[in-house]
């Protein structure tokens, strides 16, 4: 009955924390190719997506115009200076 026992206590104290560091370790690997898969593939269709020529500039967002207009705008008022030396 006692070495049963101790049996057991070996089991659980020796075995089973090697056993769940095994399981936990390929859990890990597995999600870490998993997120390397999914970063890829978002790299792919980006650089597939941006087809441009070197020098070539691509807008993606133009923000709303706000305020006053420019398209009636005759000229600022002139000032005249003196340059000091």
Sequence with gaps: MLFKI???ICLILFIF?????????????SQ???????????QQSY???SNKREGQI???????KKGKSTENFDGGEYVDYEEVK
């Design 17 to 29: 924390p090697r056993l769940l560091k095994w399981a936990l370790r390929g859990f890990v690997v």
């Design 47 to 49: 650089h597939s997506s």
């Design 6 to 8: 101790f049996l057991i």
């Design 58 to 64: 691509d807008v993606d967002f133009v923000p709303p």
């Design 32 to 42: 870490i190719n998993k997120a390397q898969q999914d970063f890829n593939q978002k």
